[in-house]
T-cell receptor, first 115, second 111 residues
Framework: DVKVTQSSRYLVKRTGEKVFLECVQD?????MFWYRQDPGLGLRLIYF???????EKGDIPEGYSVSREKKERFSLILESASTNQTSMYLC??????????????FGDGTRLSIL | QKEVEQNSGPLSVPEGAIASLNCTYS??????FFWYRQYSGKSPELIMF????GDKEDGRFTAQLNKASQYVSLLIRDSQPSDSATYLC???????????FGKGTTLSVSS
């Protein structure tokens, strides 16, 4: 089974802090994704990556950055946390196989509160 | 902006009934479609995916796809209280780079 592990289940930080959310997958997947999920807004893509040191902006990248130094690890960084970044953050990964559908598998999520 | 639309519900069905969850999408070029189940406070888990027109069955679940109508559905036969959750429809964009999620339909199965 695919295992996507997020470093924290719950996290409380203060406005202005730099916040790191970590995600590790154990299936040698090429693709990794960061989403946030808010009531009434659904899942929204923040950033994704298709290879080491590679990143692409999703729908809502403002206020976030990412890092992928190793294939198994994808980090989301809140440069200066604000209260509107209080949310559930979900990491996902998928493999890349030409011509085949490869679904995304999600981690357990990090519920982040910014005070 | 490409969109995926779902009725938010709640959809309420009695135990043993068939639950029908529907999803429409705007990107005519989309090729791959996914259904995820999400229990309250938990992360989404994949139920099924489908990329050919027609039906695909897996146990009590059947996914149906009609690309001409830009419509995908999920049928749950013999619904159980444990099926009570939010069901997310997701569509792979044309570029094949990212999933676009609907906001989900909440299903409630009463015993």
């Amino acid at each position: 089974d695919v295992k996507v592990t997020q470093s924290s289940r719950y996290l409380v930080k203060r406005t202005g802090e730099k916040v790191f959310l970590e995600c590790v997958q154990d299936m040698d997947h090429e693709n990794m994704f960061w989403y946030r999920q808010d009531p009434g807004l659904g899942l929204r893509l923040i950033y994704f990556s298709y290879d080491v040191k590679m990143k692409e902006k999703g729908d809502i990248p403002e206020g976030y950055s990412v890092s992928r130094e190793k294939k198994e690890r994808f980090s989301l960084i809140l440069e200066s946390a604000s209260t509107n970044q209080t949310s559930m953050y979900l990491c996902a990964s998928s493999s890349f196989e030409t011509g085949e559908v490869q679904p995304q598998h999600f981690g357990d999520g990090t519920r982040l509160s910014i005070l | 902006q490409k969109e995926v639309e779902q009725n938010s519900g709640p959809l309420s069905v009695p135990e043993g009934a068939i639950a029908s969850l529907n999803c429409t999408y705007s990107d005519r070029g989309s090729q791959s479609f996914f259904w995820y189940r999400q229990y309250s406070g938990k992360s989404p888990e994949l139920i099924m995916f489908i990329y050919s027109n027609g039906d695909k069955e897996d146990g009590r679940f059947t996914a149906q796809l009609n690309k001409a109508s830009q419509y995908v559905s999920l049928l749950i036969r013999d619904s159980q209280p444990s099926d009570s959750a939010t069901y997310l429809c997701a569509v792979l964009n044309q570029a094949g780079t990212a999933l676009i999620f609907g906001k989900g339909t909440t299903l409630s199965v009463s015993s």
